[in-house]
């Protein structure tokens, strides 16, 4: 039997996978969210998000495609993995993700093919097309430059494509190097860790998403200090440590999670170097 289901919840509320229904929406969070949805309504183009590894960007991205679901006008693409050895491989995915179809198979035809599909769906059908690169650290100069040009592609009032890259922070002095890069872009946020406040709501809304009723108590107030204190305020962290504290409790039988218990939690995974 899971873990959870002994705990009388109803669902895994620490997974570390991009499930928009458990993202705990910090300020920043809500903040980045609404602007994005902001610069994609109003067509502005280029949007960056930067943040270090686990503050929830990929995440992000999920909730941003939800908050246009059931809206036929907006046509969202995600690239996950955007490492490509080729600007012809890139190209090549994002026709096959756009269904543009080249008449042939080149680098100028690819970006010709795109460069109408965009014109088709934003000015003949009103549609806006909105393409999301996640990892985004992974790009090269060829494909940032790539995407420079795919930029381009605008009427007199919007730009064709809505492009939002989610990237760790060394993305930001790449993007920086490309000429004429820097100054497409309409929106630049950076995503910090959580403060302690927020990780004690992070904590208690998965909870009670996962089905937690108030009147049991899992984590005392030190023992999210001591959260807080060993990841940094980092989401993924959080979740991580949050889900071993749990299932420490049914393997011990224990009935709250300390400081104490997560003290030993994290000394047990420390790494054992050789002496």
Known sequence: MSYFLNLGLSREPFS??????????SMAHNQALQRLEIAIRLRRGLSVIL????????????????????????????????DFKSEYQFL??????????????????????????LFQKGVEEDKTVVLLIDEGQ???????EILRILLNFETNEYKLLQLVI?????????????????????????INPLNLQETRELIEFRLRKAGWSSSTLFFTDEAVKKIYEVTQGYPRRIALICHN??????????RIVDSQMISELVRREEPVHAL
């Open 245 to 254: 504290a749990l299932e420490q409790l049914v393997m011990t039988a224990e």
């Open 51 to 82: 943040g270090d590894v686990g503050t929830g960007k990929t995440t992000l991205a999920r909730c941003l495609v939800n908050a246009f679901s059931g809206d036929g006008k907006y046509l969202f693409h995600i690239l996950l993995d955007p």
């Open 92 to 117: 090549h995915l994002v026709t096959k993700l756009l269904n543009a179809e080249p008449l042939f198979r080149s680098t100028l035809d690819y970006k010709e093919a795109i460069e109408k599909f």
């Open 166 to 190: 989610f990237g760790q922070m060394e993305l930001l002095p790449k993007v920086q190097r490309i000429r004429n890069f820097t100054d497409r872009i309409n929106l630049k946020y950076i």
């Open 16 to 25: 570390t996978s991009p499930d928009p229904s458990f993202f705990y929406k």
């Open 138 to 144: 992974k790009l090269s100069p060829n494909i940032l």
